[in-house]
């Protein structure tokens, strides 16, 4: 599976548009983008994922480049309750292990 | 449907003691996996299964057992516990497809080894 880099923290004023990056320049073709966030110790739940088109649902946006080295998930109107850690994962259609890297701490600001 | 429950909450066990961690999934999911995340860092994949009777190492599987005897349970066991795998454990699971593999995660099971 292709290694992801992401920022290890990021800061979002409540309201706005929340913009987390992700680089995965190895990604071959059958490999999707994944994004999971993480609520302060609980679970990690699944926030979308794509292949090569934009895609949309109603916690968030992924916007995936055309040459699809690099991704961004963008929380529309962040709110406090948005803070978390959020992982972005490559994982491929015929891959089994679902890997997480160190994710990037999203702090969603009064 | 209750998705994924593991059990217990808690637990302080001694050093050289074992336990087995439980976890169970309604949802007839094929895929299960056990993971572990220290304080302050990612999750760490520790074992995975595709299929009941079918298991396979993760990252970090050097301490543990599981075993998939049926589609709904994925129980991780500690053999001699050690401090080093005090640690909070969650259990996952997916319906493995072509075009969606969404992972359901439990709320974890934290562990301290004294």
């Known amino acids: 599976d292709a290694k992801t880099t992401q920022p290890p923290s990021m800061d979002c004023a409540e309201g706005r548009a929340a913009n987390l990056p992700c680089n995965h320049s190895?990604?071959?073709?059958?490999?999707?983008v994944y994004w999971y966030r993480q609520i302060h110790s609980q679970g990690p739940q699944y926030i979308i994922h794509?292949?090569?088109n934009n895609e949309t649902n109603e916690m968030a946006s992924l916007i995936i480049t055309e040459d699809r080295k690099s991704s961004t998930l963008i929380l529309p109107h962040a709110t406090l309750r948005d803070t978390a850690v959020y992982y972005c994962i490559v994982r491929g259609s015929n891959t089994d292990k679902l890997i997480f890297g160190t994710g990037t701490r999203l702090q969603v600001f009064p | 449907n209750a998705g994924v429950t593991q059990t217990p909450k808690f637990r302080i066990l001694k050093i050289g003691q074992s336990m087995t961690l439980q976890c169970t999934q309604d949802?007839?999911?094929?895929?299960m996996y056990w993971y572990r995340q220290d304080p302050g860092m990612g999750l760490k994949l520790i074992y995975y299964s595709v299929g009941a009777g079918i298991t396979d190492k993760g990252e970090v599987p050097n301490g543990y057992n599981v075993s998939r005897s049926t589609t709904e349970d994925f129980p991780l066991r500690l053999e001699l516990a050690a401090p080093s795998q005090t640690s909070v454990y969650f259990c996952?699971?997916?319906?493995?497809?072509?075009?969606?593999?969404?992972?359901?995660f439990g709320q974890g099971t934290r562990l301290t080894v004294v």
């Open positions: 794509g292949l090569k």
């Open positions: 949802m007839n999911h094929n895929y």
């Open positions: 190895t990604i071959s073709g059958n490999e999707y």
């Open positions: 996952a699971s997916s319906y493995r497809t072509v075009m969606n593999t969404e992972a359901f």
